[in-house]
C-alpha cells in the first residue's frame, strides 16, 4: 500500500512547471504587433502592405516585358511571403483590378459585378510602365533578409508618389484596423505640387465605381468621420429607372440584392430589376403603374444600397508603430519622401557623374601624356603602380579627389587595343557631355523644390491623361424615410374597443400606410397621443380623430372647440402638434373630467373653416345660434388655451363651410448641384408656393416639363437648362438649332398643357435639334452674334416682342438668317428680374 508521502513525492514535480502568469499577454502582445506590422496596415513610405510589397518586388525581378502567368508570380512571391499562395493571389488580383501597378491579361474578374478572376494558371500579368518608373530603385532601397534568410528583400519600396491614397487600403489587425480610400491620380499629383508650393491642399476621394459622394462629414479621412455615397440613378421613362453608376464598396449583384429585398419588404413598389450590365454598368429598374419615379428614386437611396456611408480610418504604420494620420498628413509625408528619394537620387548621380569624370580625366592624361610607355622599364608591379602615380602626380591637384591605388590598377587594365584606337576629340566630348550633365544635377540639387515639382508634371502628362474623376461631388439631401417609403400597409381602427393597427382587417380602414410609420390619435376627452404603428394598439375608446403623423410637417393645423367646466365658457383653439415624444398622452382640452369637445378638424395645408354654433335654448344670449370663422384665430402652440368662443353654454357646433389657407406661401429653392427642391436655401430661390403652384423646367433637349412643388421631386441636374415657379400668363422665348432642315429658329409660346410630370418637346421632336437659349422676360431685346467679314464678329439685335409674336408651343417659329451662331443673350428693356439661360 502506497503512503502519503509517496503520492507527495510523485505530484511534486506539477510545481516543478514555468510560471504561466505573464505568458498570455507577451504572446498575444507579439502576435498582435506580428500581425499590425507584417500582415494587415500598410507602411507611411511606400504605401504597401507586405504581401503587396513581396508580389511588385518579385514581379519586378522576374520582369523581362513580357506578361507572365499569375501561377509563376505567385510562386516567385512565395520565396518572400511565409503565407501560401491563397493570400498572395487574392492580393495580386485586388492590385490588378485597380488598374495603375499591373497590366493585366486575361479574365481578372470584374469588381462592378463582383465576378471572381479566373484561375491563376489561365491569366497573366507584368508591370506597368509607371510602376517601373516610380516604384523601384536598387541604390535607395534598404533591404532586409528574407523570412527563411535565403533572399533579401525591400523593407519599403522607394516609391516616389502618394500610391497609398491613389490606391487606397483595407485591413484589420488585432484591435486596430485601417481603412484608407481611394484618391484621383491627378489630383494627388496637383495637390503635391501645391504642398512643395507651400499652400494646404484639400483632397477627396474618387471610386473606380463612379458615382456621386457627399464628403461634408470627411473629416480628413480619420476615425469620426463618414463618407455617403449614392449611386446614379437616371429616369429612363415613367415606368423604368436606370442605376448607371453603383456606391463604392457594392456590386451590381449586391446592389440588386438589396432592392429586391426592399420590394420584399414593401418599402418600394417595383415589378422587377435586371442586370444588364455589360462595358457599361445598367440596372434596370421597373415600377408598378402609377409609382411615382421622383418618390421611388429617393426611396432607393433610403433603403436600399442605392446609397451607403463608408467610416474612413486612416491608420498606418510610422517607425514601426500605427499611427492615426489625416489623408492631407499622409499626402504631405508622401510629398516629403518623394523630394528626399529625388534629392538622394540626385547625389547618387552626382557621385557617378564625378567618378566617370574623375576616370575619363585620368584615362586622357594616362594616354595623351604616355604615361602608359614608363611602365615599360618597370621591373615590378609595385614600380608599375610607382612610375603611373609619379607620372600622374603633376595633373592632378584639382581633381576632386586623391588618386588612389585602385584608380591606378583600374589605368592598367586598359587595353593596348583601346590605347592605339584612343581619340582625343572624342575623349573631350565625352567630358564636356559628363561635365554639362554635372551642371544639371548641380541646378537640380541647388533647388529640388522646383525639380520635384517638374518631376510629378512630367508624372501627370505621361500617365494622368485617362485619369480623370469618376466620382462626382455633392451635398445630399437627407431623405426622411416616412416620406418616400411605399405604402405597404393598410390602416385601421376599432372605436368600441380602441384598437388601433395594421392588423385589424375586419375593422374600419382610415387609410393606406407603411409599417415604419407613426400614427397620431385624438380622443373625444382632448386627448392627443403618437405612437409608433402596430398590429394591434390600444389607444382608448372614443377615438375622435385617426391618422398617420408626419414628423416636421408644418403645414397640418388643427382646430378645437371644447368647454371648460370651471367657467362655463367654450374656448377656440388653432394649433400644430411639433416637437412631440411617443408614447406621451397631451391633453390639448380641459383638465376636469365634465369637459366637452364641440368640434375637432384636421387641416394638411392650414385652411380655416368657418363653423355654426348652436347655443342651448334657454341661455340668455338673443342670438342663440351663429357662424364663426377659424381664420380670426392665430395658431399657436398645442398647450394654449384658445379664445372664448362663447360664455353661454353651447348644445353643439356643426361645420358650415372650408376657408382657404392661413398659412404664408413657401419658399421653395432649387440645389443645381443634386437636382433637388428644398426649404434650407440651399441653391436658387424659386419663389414663394401656394398649396396649387407648380414648377416649369426646362431642359437642354428642347423639352419643358410641369411638377409640383413636393420636395420629394428630383430633376436630371445636368440636363436642366432653366427652372422657375409657374406663371401661366408668362412668355417663354426660345431660339433653337432645327437639325433637319439646318437653321435656327426663334418662337414665343405659352404654357398651355397642365398634365403634370410629362415632357413636351418644343424644338421639333428630332434628337439632333438642340435649345440654344430660353428666355422668359417679357420684355426683351434678343442680341446674336455670328462670325461676320474677315473674322471680325458681327452682332444684331431685335426687339423680341416686335420680331416674333406669339403662337402655340408646337409652332416651329422664325427662320433666322444667321447659319452660324456663336453668342445669344436676351436683355431686359425694363426693371426685370433676369430669368435666361443660353448654352454658349
Known amino acids: 500500500m502506497q503512503d502519503d508521502n509517496a503520492v507527495q513525492d510523485n505530484n511534486d514535480h506539477l510545481y516543478d512547471a514555468p510560471p504561466v502568469q505573464g505568458m498570455y499577454e507577451n504572446w498575444f502582445l507579439d502576435y498582435a504587433s506580428y500581425v499590425i506590422l507584417d500582415r494587415a496596415i500598410p507602411h507611411v513610405l511606400d504605401g504597401l502592405k507586405p504581401v ?73 500579368a507584368r508591370l506597368s510602365k509607371f510602376a517601373l518608373e ?131 419588404a414593401g418599402k418600394i413598389k417595383i415589378k422587377k430589376v435586371q442586370d444588364n450590365t455589360a462595358k457599361d454598368v445598367e440596372l434596370a429598374i421597373h415600377l408598378i403603374p402609377g409609382t411615382s419615379t421622383d418618390v ?288 406621451r398622452p397631451y391633453k390639448l382640452a380641459a383638465e376636469d373630467v365634465n369637459g366637452k369637445v364641440y368640434h375637432f378638424s384636421a387641416n394638411p395645408n392650414g385652411e380655416s373653416e368657418v363653423i355654426t354654433v348652436y347655443l342651448s335654448p334657454n341661455c340668455k344670449a338673443k342670438n342663440k345660434i351663429f357662424d364663426y370663422d377659424f381664420a380670426e384665430l392665430d395658431i399657436k402652440g398645442r398647450n394654449a388655451q384658445g379664445n372664448i368662443l362663447t360664455k353661454y353654454p353651447v348644445k353643439r357646433a356643426k361645420f358650415k363651410q372650408k376657408g382657404k389657407s392661413t398659412l404664408d406661401a413657401v419658399e421653395i429653392f432649387y440645389d443645381t448641384n443634386v437636382g433637388i427642391l428644398n426649404k434650407d436655401k440651399l441653391g436658387k430661390s424659386l419663389g414663394k408656393f401656394e398649396s396649387n403652384d407648380q414648377i416649369l423646367i426646362i431642359y437642354k433637349n428642347g423639352d419643358y416639363e410641369l411638377t409640383t412643388h413636393d420636395l420629394t421631386n428630383r430633376y436630371e441636374a445636368e440636363q436642366v437648362l432653366h427652372i422657375e415657379k409657374l406663371r401661366l400668363e408668362n412668355v417663354i422665348s426660345a431660339l433653337y438649332y432645327d437639325a433637319e432642315d439646318r437653321n435656327y429658329y426663334f418662337k414665343r409660346f405659352r404654357i398651355e398643357t397642365n398634365t403634370l410630370a410629362k415632357k413636351f418637346n418644343f424644338v421639333g421632336g428630332n434628337p439632333k435639334s438642340k435649345l440654344t437659349a430660353i428666355s422668359t422676360l417679357q420684355n426683351s431685346e434678343l442680341e446674336i452674334s455670328s462670325p461676320g467679314p474677315a473674322g471680325r464678329v458681327q452682332t444684331r439685335r431685335v426687339k423680341v416682342n416686335d420680331f416674333e409674336e406669339v403662337k402655340g408651343w408646337k409652332s416651329i417659329g422664325r427662320r433666322i438668317e444667321e447659319r452660324v451662331i456663336t453668342q445669344v443673350l436676351f436683355k431686359a428693356l425694363e426693371e426685370e428680374e433676369e430669368a435666361g439661360e443660353n448654352l454658349f
Not at 57 to 77: C, E, L, P, S, W
Not at 78 to 85: A, I, K, V
Not at 92 to 113: A, E, P, S
Open 52 to 124: 503587396q510589397r513581396r508580389i511588385l518586388y518579385a514581379m519586378n525581378v522576374m520582369d523581362d516585358g513580357r506578361y507572365h502567368k499569375v501561377a509563376n508570380i505567385i510562386g516567385q512571391t512565395m520565396q518572400y511571403h511565409p503565407h501560401g499562395d491563397a493570400s498572395i493571389g487574392d492580393a495580386l488580383v485586388n492590385v490588378g483590378q485597380k488598374d495603375l501597378l499591373i497590366d493585366t491579361q486575361g479574365n481578372w474578374g470584374d469588381f462592378r459585378t463582383g465576378d471572381s478572376a479566373a484561375a491563376p494558371r489561365y491569366i497573366e
Open 134 to 264: 516610380v516604384l523601384f530603385n536598387a541604390n535607395t532601397t534598404e533591404w532586409q533578409m528574407s523570412y527563411d534568410g535565403r533572399k533579401k528583400e525591400p523593407i519599403t519600396l522607394p516609391v516616389k508618389f502618394p500610391l497609398l491614397l491613389a490606391q487606397g487600403v483595407e485591413g484589420i489587425a488585432v484591435g486596430l484596423s485601417t481603412k484608407i480610400l481611394p484618391h484621383n491620380f491627378n489630383e494627388l499629383i496637383e495637390a503635391s505640387i501645391a504642398i512643395l508650393k507651400g499652400e494646404n491642399p484639400s483632397i477627396f476621394p474618387d471610386f473606380q465605381t463612379a458615382g456621386q459622394a457627399d464628403f461634408s462629414n470627411y473629416n480628413g479621412g480619420l476615425r469620426g468621420g463618414k463618407v455617403r455615397v449614392r449611386a446614379k440613378i437616371e429616369e429612363f421613362d415613367k415606368k423604368t429607372l436606370l442605376v448607371k453608376e453603383i456606391p463604392y464598396g457594392t456590386t451590381t449583384e449586391s446592389l440588386k440584392e438589396s432592392i429586391v429585398k426592399a420590394a420584399d
Open 296 to 583: 421611388t428614386m429617393s426611396a432607393l437611396y433610403a433603403f436600399t444600397d442605392c446609397e451607403v456611408s463608408i467610416s474612413p480610418n486612416a491608420c498606418v504604420i510610422i517607425d514601426n508603430k500605427p499611427h492615426f494620420v489625416t489623408v492631407n498628413e499622409l499626402l504631405r509625408l508622401s510629398t516629403e519622401n518623394t523630394k528626399a528619394l529625388l534629392t538622394q537620387e540626385l547625389n547618387i548621380k552626382r557621385n557617378e557623374l564625378k567618378e566617370k569624370l574623375f576616370f575619363s580625366s585620368l584615362e586622357r592624361i594616362f594616354i595623351e601624356y604616355g604615361i602608359y610607355r614608363d611602365i615599360e622599364e618597370a621591373g615590378t608591379w609595385e614600380e608599375v603602380l610607382s612610375f603611373i602615380a609619379k607620372g600622374l602626380e603633376p595633373y592632378v591637384k584639382d581633381f576632386y579627389r586623391p588618386v588612389v591605388q585602385e584608380d591606378i590598377i583600374k589605368l592598367t587594365e586598359i587595353k593596348i587595343k583601346r590605347i592605339s584606337r584612343y581619340d582625343a576629340f572624342k575623349a573631350e566630348d565625352l567630358i564636356q557631355k559628363l561635365n554639362a550633365e554635372l551642371r544639371d544635377v548641380e541646378r537640380h540639387l541647388s533647388d529640388t523644390v522646383a525639380y520635384t515639382i517638374q518631376y510629378f508634371t512630367d508624372l501627370k502628362s505621361k500617365y494622368g491623361k485617362d485619369r480623370l474623376r469618376l466620382t462626382k461631388i455633392a451635398a445630399f439631401d437627407t431623405i426622411q424615410a416616412t416620406a418616400v417609403v411605399a405604402n405597404n400597409a393598410k390602416l385601421y381602427v376599432n372605436r368600441k374597443e380602441g384598437f388601433v393597427g395594421m392588423g385589424l382587417k375586419k375593422d374600419e380602414f382610415v387609410c393606406d400606410c407603411s409599417d415604419i410609420d407613426d400614427i397620431i390619435v385624438f380622443l373625444a376627452d382632448g386627448t392627443c397621443q403618437i405612437s409608433k404603428i402596430a398590429d394591434k394598439l390600444f389607444v382608448g375608446k372614443d377615438i375622435m380623430h385617426l391618422d398617420v403623423y408626419r414628423r416636421n410637417d408644418e403645414r397640418m393645423v388643427y382646430h378645437l372647440a371644447y368647454l371648460e367646466p370651471q367657467s362655463g365658457r367654450t374656448y377656440v383653439k388653432r394649433f400644430q402638434m411639433q416637437g412631440i415624444t411617443r408614447d
